[in-house]
């Protein structure tokens, strides 16, 4: 067994199965890389299939456990069929992590005048993805006596941002509430809410401006993946046994909240 073999084995979620959804790139494969360094079986959740490949050789290359399962998570018929494969491969689910979203591509429009088939399309993955994937999964961890979920909110839902804000303002609502629903099941609910992070989508979306950003943040630089993986592990981990519906802000200083 490789070095990378053992850490894994005796790190903190040795024996636990964890789903990653849009995790084929950016911050998600940040989450589903260092999950298996510690020791999950990891899902990694997308519809794109040829970067979600890489990212689970990637994970096996370093000693870990993955597979790639095609999930669309507005549909709740894959979302239910890729939590049927992972009980299937791995024997259950224990953590979950909704991260996909529609973003580097994503139109620029104001709320009051966007396409309306464009907007219903952007919220179905945005915001009530998380849900679907959640309705799907959670009978699952509730079968191995509890788990938890981290949901990807963005420093957005307290910004000006358009129906991306009003799709993370909605995230950290459904963690909210999911969290008193789900509590009695044993399986805890959070967020993150990432504040500017350099990865391909974000210079896609962001591109001169990332400057300005800086410049309004406390720590001056862009976040990277890496930077949101370690509060990601920690709501996670039995470390925050006593701590849901929270919405955890990783973001440089970018937002103060009362």
């Known amino acids: ?8 084995a005796q790190g903190r979620f040795a024996d636990k199965v964890a789903v990653v959804t849009g995790a084929a790139q950016g911050i998600g494969a940040a989450y589903a890389t260092a999950l298996a360094a510690e020791g999950a079986s990891v899902v990694v959740a997308d519809v794109k299939e040829d970067a979600g490949d890489v990212v689970v050789k990637d994970i096996e290359t370093a000693g870990g456990t993955a597979r790639f399962v095609r999930c669309d998570v507005s549909s709740p018929e894959s979302a239910a069929a890729m939590a049927a494969e992972t009980v299937e491969a791995y024997g259950g689910i224990d953590l979950l992590v909704n ?8 139109a620029f429009d ?7 088939d464009y907007y219903r399309k952007f919220m179905s993955v945005n ?3 998380a849900l679907v994937v959640t ?7 509730r079968q191995r006596g509890g788990g938890a979920i981290v949901n990807q909110s963005s420093t957005a839902a307290y910004l000006y941002s358009g129906f991306y804000g009003l799709a993370k303002a909605g995230i950290n609502g459904l963690t909210q509430q999911l969290a008193h ?8 609910v959070n967020a993150i809410a990432p504040g500017p992070t350099d990865t391909a989508a974000t210079r896609s979306q962001v591109g001169d401006a990332a400057t300005d950003l800086v410049n309004g943040l406390a720590i001056k630089r862009m976040g990277q993946p890496e930077d949101m993986v370690g509060a990601c592990l920690y709501l996670l981990s039995d470390d925050a046994a006593w701590v849901t519906g929270q919405i955890l802000a990783v973001d440089g200083g970018q937002v103060f909240r009362p």
């Open 110 to 116: 104001l709320l009051i005048t966007v396409d309306w």
């Open 99 to 106: 991260n996909a979203a529609i973003y580097g591509d994503m």
């Open 135 to 141: 309705r799907a999964v959670y009978p699952h961890m």
């Open 127 to 129: 915001m009530d993805g």
């Open 1 to 8: 067994m490789s070095e990378r073999n053992d850490v894994g």
């Open 181 to 188: 629903e789900l509590g009695g099941m044993g399986i805890r």
